[in-house]
């Protein structure tokens, strides 16, 4: 099974920052990688596909690169609404692996 | 719009046996994948199986095969998930998803709780 692991495992941030969220596999996945959002007690919502591509409706403010083995998802301006818990998933082979999340708070 | 709803959750013994249910509308059923994902209580996303849009294709995760069992009714525009042999580590929330490109998830549903306890 791929591996999947992401750092920080959380962060406090503010208001505006910049968020960069790192997402890692521990094989090679190509670009078939997610990522969510989670608030407690919601359902996740899927933010980004196939490494880059934002998820209709998806504001522009998140975004993702990388492929291989090594991605990141960026919040270029953090409201308080962004305040969440952030998974990866790979989808390059089955089963379809989950990081363990990154929580980002104040 | 796209909805994927829930039901069937509950408490049940270990041991015993559970039937989730996923009713989708809003889009075409027959043409997509599903997935059922879950979520331990205070604990990350486990993926544990999908079904190809005919059903001919089925794939689980190590920690549910030979106990849990996946379907469809593409005329109900339905997904299920069939559970035995239930354990303490089955407890969790567990999602109805639509596979969009290429596997990737873009609609989940609320979730339902299973709770296995004595």
């Known amino acids: 099974d791929i591996q999947m692991t992401q750092s920080p495992s959380s962060l406090s941030a503010s208001v505006g920052d910049r968020v960069t969220i790192t997402c890692r596999a521990s094989?090679?996945?190509?670009?078939?990688l997610a990522w969510f959002q989670q608030k407690p007690g919601r359902a996740p919502k899927s933010l980004i596909y196939a490494a880059s591509s934002l998820q209709r409706g998806v504001p522009p403010k998140f975004s993702g690169s990388g492929s291989g083995t090594e991605f990141t998802l960026t919040i270029s301006s953090l409201q308080p609404e962004d305040f969440a818990t952030y998974y990866c998933q790979q989808y390059y082979t089955d089963p379809r692996t989950f990081g363990p999340g990154t929580r980002v708070d104040f | 719009q796209v909805q994927l709803v829930e039901s069937g959750g509950g408490l049940v013994k270990p041991g015993g046996s559970l039937k989730l249910s996923c009713a989708a509308s809003g889009f075409t059923f027959s043409e997509y994948y599903m997935t059922w994902v879950r979520q331990a209580p205070g604990k990350g996303l486990e993926w544990i199986s999908y079904?190809?849009?005919?059903?001919?294709?089925?794939y689980y995760a190590d920690s549910v095969k030979g106990r849990f069992t996946i379907s469809r009714d593409n005329a109900k525009k339905s997904l299920f998930l069939q559970m035995n042999s239930l354990r303490a580590e089955d407890t969790a929330v567990y999602y109805c998803?639509?596979?969009?490109?290429?596997?990737?998830?873009?609609?989940w549903g609320q979730g339902t709780l299973v709770t296995v306890s004595s």
């Open positions: 998803v639509r596979d969009y490109k290429e596997g990737a998830i873009d609609y």
């Open positions: 079904i190809s849009s005919s059903g001919t294709t089925i």
């Open positions: 094989q090679g996945v190509s670009y078939y």
